[in-house]
Every structure is written in structure tokens, then in C-alpha cells.
């Protein structure tokens, strides 16, 4: 029995790279049955990414997870319904216009127990944008928001 392995079950070979081609692939993918992935690795095409997070919203972002763990919040994210839930609300802001992203954030911080400090504070920097020192405001962060 293996453990731990990644085993690659779907190939996609399409023409078009387009958000609406990766649409139409995963539609057909959906209409398999019990077609339910807990996780889905891609290439990194702009036109996937915004498919698979638009089409599969309960799919958790690999780098959020990769940090839940490293913080020691596995087991709680598995166990606590309600912190699964504010977890998934900070991958959701993807979903909303650029100029309510920090606002969101900000709400959405206020709702976690410092327990997860560590986990807000990256996803924070690396997101969102750090706060400024001085004044109001966010530094730009690593990845554009419009992404």
C-alpha cells in the first residue's frame, strides 16, 4: 500500500488556454460520476487557477494548507467546523472585487483566536500586503490582487 504519493488520474490535453476552455473541461470532468477531488494539482496557467477556483470553491489552496500545517493547525482545521470555515473565507477573498479585499480581510481576521496569529500573519504578508508602519494603508504584496 502507498502512502503519501501523489498518482496523477486525469490528463487534460486542450487546444485553447483560455478560462473558458478550462470551464468546459471541467464540466465534462463533473459529469463523471462521484467526480469529488479533495485536491487538484495544475500547471501553473492563469486560465486554470482561475478555473479550478471558480469551479471548485471548497478546494483548499495548497499554499494556505501547506501554512495550516506548518503552524500546527491541521487537526484543528479537520476537527473545528467553524475554524475550516473562517479558513476558507480568507481563500474565498479571491473571489471579490480588488478594492474589498483588505476590507474583508480585516473582518475576516477579527473572527480567528490568536491561536491562529501565525496563519493571518502570513497569509497577511504574503496576500494581502503588509501594514504600513507609519500612516494607512497596505504594502503591495507578492502577488497583484487582479491576479
Known amino acids: 500500500m502507498?502512502?503519501?504519493?501523489?498518482?496523477?488520474?486525469?490528463y487534460g490535453?486542450?487546444?485553447?488556454k483560455s478560462n473558458d476552455d478550462y470551464n468546459q473541461f471541467f464540466e465534462k470532468l463533473f459529469e463523471q460520476d462521484n467526480f469529488q477531488p479533495e485536491s487538484i494539482m495544475t500547471?501553473?496557467?492563469?486560465?486554470?487557477i482561475k478555473s479550478v477556483k471558480e469551479m471548485l470553491p471548497n478546494v483548499l489552496h495548497k499554499a494556505v494548507w501547506r501554512?495550516?500545517?506548518?503552524?500546527?493547525?491541521?487537526?484543528k482545521y479537520r476537527e473545528d467546523?467553524?475554524?475550516?470555515?473562517?479558513v476558507?473565507?480568507?481563500?474565498a477573498l479571491a473571489f471579490l472585487p480588488v478594492d474589498d479585499i483588505t476590507t474583508a480581510f480585516d473582518l475576516i481576521v477579527d473572527e480567528f483566536d490568536e491561536e491562529a496569529d501565525d496563519l493571518l500573519e502570513y497569509f497577511g504578508k504574503t496576500w494581502i500586503g503588509e501594514p504600513k508602519r507609519r500612516g494607512t494603508g497596505r504594502k503591495k504584496p507578492p502577488s497583484d490582487h487582479k491576479l
Open 81 to 86: 467546523e467553524s475554524f475550516r470555515l473562517k
Open 2 to 10: 502507498m502512502t503519501n504519493a501523489i498518482i496523477p488520474l486525469v
Open 88 to 91: 476558507k473565507k480568507l481563500i
Open 43 to 48: 500547471d501553473y496557467e492563469g486560465g486554470t
Open 13 to 16: 490535453l486542450l487546444i485553447g
Open 67 to 75: 501554512q495550516v500545517q506548518s503552524k500546527g493547525l491541521a487537526t
